[in-house]
């Protein structure tokens, strides 16, 4: 049983930059696939970014070039670095962790961490 602990989600400005961190126990972490997934009201669950047990990148069209996602297999912790913050960007962000070591978009779910870009 894996359980994901996300934190370093707030209230930022526009262009401003927030790190998220998601901590996993309970599993072999670096076998694994992690993601960040995030949910604006009203509309879908989204895959942000994703990184394989490889160390693969995948990036949302939307935040190619602002975002990043990193993994510390030592610290059991995925890292979504985040620069140039858009009120679009405000959602309830997702830690995942994948059930295979690439990314197939199904696993285990953090409780999400709250990202509010405004002025």
């Known amino acids: 049983q894996v359980k994901l602990v996300e934190s370093g989600g707030g209230l930022v400005q526009p262009g401003g930059s927030l790190r998220l961190s998601c901590a996993a126990s309970?599993?072999?972490?670096?076998?694994?696939?992690m993601a960040w997934y995030r949910q604006a009201p009203g509309k879908q669950r989204e895959l942000v970014a994703g990184i394989t047990s490889g160390g693969s990148t995948k990036y949302a069209d939307s935040v190619k070039g602002r975002f990043t996602i990193s993994r510390d297999s030592a610290k059991k912790t995925v890292y979504l670095q985040m620069n140039s913050l858009k009120p679009e960007d405000t959602a309830n962000y997702y830690c995942m962790r994948d059930n295979y070591s690439y990314l197939s978009g199904f696993g285990s779910w953090g409780q999400g961490t709250q990202v509010t870009v405004s002025s």
């Open positions: 309970g599993s072999i972490f670096s076998s694994y696939a």
